[in-house]
């Protein structure tokens, strides 16, 4: 059994380094607590002054992450938002309730929308809310209408022979359901559903983009316009990108140059964490493109699976 002597050189020695790296421990693991609060901080301060940006991507449902993030930009440090748009629309509900928000970020900040390969139907109705609407000469922006699509599967059932048996309270419930050949009440009923949204759509439009009855019934028949018809539309008011958005932020708006942007994003979950993966794979193995198309289709797939009133553009069914 060995014997130390607490009064020895060496002991002493060896104690003095072990105080110095206990206490360089303790500094770095209290560095490592105060840079995770900074971290912490300036994640939900917004990092300090910057032009906020937000993507809104493929078919709008008005989700409650996008929802949340935007008001959390209104009560941000960023001094500024650029809603960078590439969608074809999506449910009427959903992009009234992402319109809503984006007024609302507009109320104590100014707001530019930045509009890519398209901003449609519903896309265009997230765009007016922004004081500055942006596209490219290419764009594809517009689509002012809202519809009501539903299958009639009728004609097949007889042919198979299958009849659906059904007890409602009344004539209108539950019409039309693709059972039977819609009749003309109900027809009717939808259609005035349909009027209504369209001519919320349409006030819309007139008020911010400050048109004419002439001038809204030009382009109020639901078809796209490209970014360099748009201005002489007055659906789009500059082309360019986000460059120019800035620079007119910078100009008419007061933001100081040179601000950094940044991009806010919800959360992510496990699901978009796995997609992220698998894209990242796809392009490792040369697939990239393939993954993109498999992408679209699927968004495309969304966008008729939506329920109740649409305002979304579809390439099949432009005249």
Excluded at 98 to 107: G, S, T
């Amino acid at each position: 059994m060995t014997m130390f002597d607490p009064n020895s050189a060496d002991f002493i020695v060896d104690r003095r380094q072990l105080r110095r790296k206990l206490t360089f421990w303790r500094l770095a693991a209290l560095a490592i607590v105060g840079l995770a609060a900074i971290g912490f901080a300036a994640r939900f301060s917004g990092h300090g002054p910057h032009i906020a940006r937000i993507d809104i991507r493929g078919v709008i449902t008005g989700d409650e992450k996008t929802l949340k993030l935007l008001d959390d930009i209104r009560d941000s440090n960023a001094t500024a938002l650029l809603v960078s748009i590439e969608s074809p629309g999506g449910t009427t509900t959903g992009a009234e309730r992402l319109y809503d928000e984006i007024r609302h970020v507009a109320e104590k900040k100014p707001v530019v929308a930045v509009v890519g390969t398209m901003a449609a139907s519903g896309g265009y109705v997230a765009a007016l809310a922004a004081d500055q609407i942006v596209a490219r000469g290419n764009s594809l922006v517009g689509s002012i209408g809202v519809l009501f699509q539903y299958p009639n599967l009728s004609k097949l059932l007889d042919t198979l022979g299958v009849k659906v048996e059904e007890v409602k309270s009344s004539p209108l419930k539950a019409s039309p359901n693709g059972f039977e050949p819609t009749s003309e009440a109900a027809r009717a009923a939808l259609a005035a559903l349909v009027g209504d949204s369209f001519d919320w759509f349409k006030g819309l439009v007139k008020t911010r983009r400050q048109l004419s009855d002439a001038e809204l019934a030009q382009i109020a028949d639901g078809r796209v316009f490209t970014g360099r018809q748009g201005i002489g539309l007055k659906l789009v008011d500059e082309l360019g990108g986000e460059r120019e958005a800035i620079a007119w932020l910078e100009t008419h708006k007061g933001i100081a140059k040179g601000l950094p942007v940044r991009t806010w994003r919800p959360n992510r979950r496990l699901d978009s964490l796995s997609f992220g993966v698998l894209a990242a794979l796809a392009d490792s193995l040369g697939l990239g493109p393939v993954f993109a198309l498999l992408q679209r289709s699927s968004d495309q797939a969304s966008a008729h699976l939506l329920d109740g009133l649409v305002s979304v553009w579809q390439a099949s069914s432009m005249d």
